[in-house]
């Protein structure tokens, strides 16, 4: 694929829709093929991702100071990223153009899981906006439905058991990044978000009016998706293609921010709950070779290789490394 489909995911809450089994066979094309969709039908009413978006911007429009004192640490990976905080992990040092701020799923400073795994927990939240929590997390169960929806329909299109994607979803390690990248300039080096592969199973997105996200085909090119107003777009990250053996596709991307305003996203990761251990659920394709993934622990080791004093150790996979870039 050279274009990025745009599919109405509409007919997969029905079985008896005339089109739901031509809809799953879509979903499949795009993810097997170029590894992004553009989807309608979602049924979050775009209201909802405006009040999200403005949001964003009051939380970045809140002063320094207080957006510092709630900055992300090695201890808790949630929080406030300050720009250029972080550099690209392929060693080039040059620090991507967005500041940030980290959500993971949030569960009750008391909750049992967290004697289990300690990425789980109650998140930061602006005290400037006391909305925040509830306009955000309410957005965050909106697409927890999707990502549902979207799992059952791979669960189809791979011929795999009902509920065997789905079920590893309960407890998620699922996360946010709101992210705000100021403008570019035309001859600017760098990127707002360096060319990279999402490390989580799947991504939902809804794209900023601005533009900024650059996809790559498979001969090298980088397309912008061609998204409608009210949908989003969604991609495939490395677990999907390791539970696939290598038939879902997981496809680099950017973000150039080069439009002249700021722009504001806000993406989804669809991240399974911490004991999953993801592997081929179906014989892996030629050529194909990944050890599994311990949810758990790669988790932990995402947040951690961020820092730059960092290196991942012999036991953590390279997923989301372009080795060739």
Known sequence: ????????????????????????????????????????????????????????RDI???????????AVTRENYRGYIPMGFFTPNDGSGTADKYEGYKLHHEVAPDAPIRQD????????????????REVILGYWQELDAVADLLLAALETGLELPAQCLQQAFRLPLTNMSLLHYPPQAPDEPGFGIHPHKDTDALTIIAPDPVGGLEVQTRDGTWITPDCPPGGFVVNIGDM?????????????HRVVNRSGKQRYSFPYFAVPRHDVVVQPLLPALPGFERPSVHCGHWSAEIWRTNWPDEEASEDTPELGTLHDS
């Open 117 to 132: 795994c300690p990425l789980y927990g109650p998140n930061l939240w602006p005290d400037e906006l006391p909305q925040a």
């Open 1 to 56: 694929m050279q274009t990025i489909p745009t599919i109405d995911i509409s007919p997969l809450r029905d079985p008896e829709h005339p089109d739901h089994h031509s809809t799953i066979e879509a979903i499949l094309a795009a993810c097997t093929d170029i590894g992004f969709l553009s989807i309608t039908g979602t049924g979050i009413a775009p209201e909802s991702v405006d009040q999200v978006r403005q949001t964003c």
């Open 240 to 252: 999907l293609e390791l539970w696939s053996g290598g038939r879902l596709v997981s496809t680099p």
């Open 60 to 70: 970045f429009a809140v002063e320094d100071a207080s957006k510092w004192q709630q």
